[in-house]
């Protein structure tokens, strides 16, 4: 849910989104690594979003529709974006307590460890060598 602070929530609208995020590192002005994301792409079935994205809110949003189920431990999801024929994203996966051998996480935790300190996200916009910049906290 979107709202401007301090409104109720019922003026707030609610969508879809997804970000395709890379995981990068970068050294600050000041010699520090410091751990983000870069942001190929982004999308939304809401087309406020997809309209003020890039213009009243850093990161462009192309249009797409959404397609989720969750089956108690089993996950589906689709993302058919109208500017690609193919799905954009096809996903099914299920509930598990273990990650497999090949994962670069050793638990959840580790992982959301990773993400949390990846807060800070990068985007390229059309036809510019500039960065859009997103900071992203959960209170």
């Not at 997804?18 to 870069?38: L, M, N, P, Q």
């Not at 190929?40 to 959404?66: E, K, M, Q, V, Y």
């Amino acid at each position: 849910m979107i709202r401007p602070k301090g409104l109720p929530s019922f003026l707030g609208i609610a969508s879809e989104n997804s970000a395709h995020r890379i995981a990068v590192e970068w050294e600050d002005v000041d010699g520090k690594v410091t751990a983000g994301v870069f942001v190929p792409r982004r999308d939304t079935d809401s087309r406020l979003n997809a309209l003020a994205g890039g213009r009243l809110f850093p990161g462009i949003h192309h249009l797409s529709a959404f397609k989720i189920e969750d089956q108690g431990g089993r996950i589906a999801m689709r993302i058919d974006a109208k500017d690609i024929k193919a799905p954009l994203i096809n996903l099914q996966a299920r509930e598990t307590t273990a990650f497999p051998p090949a994962s670069v996480f050793e638990s959840v935790e580790e992982s959301s460890s990773f993400f949390e300190a990846g807060c800070v996200g990068y985007s390229s916009r059309p036809d510019s060598c500039q960065l859009d910049g997103l900071r992203l906290h959960v209170p």
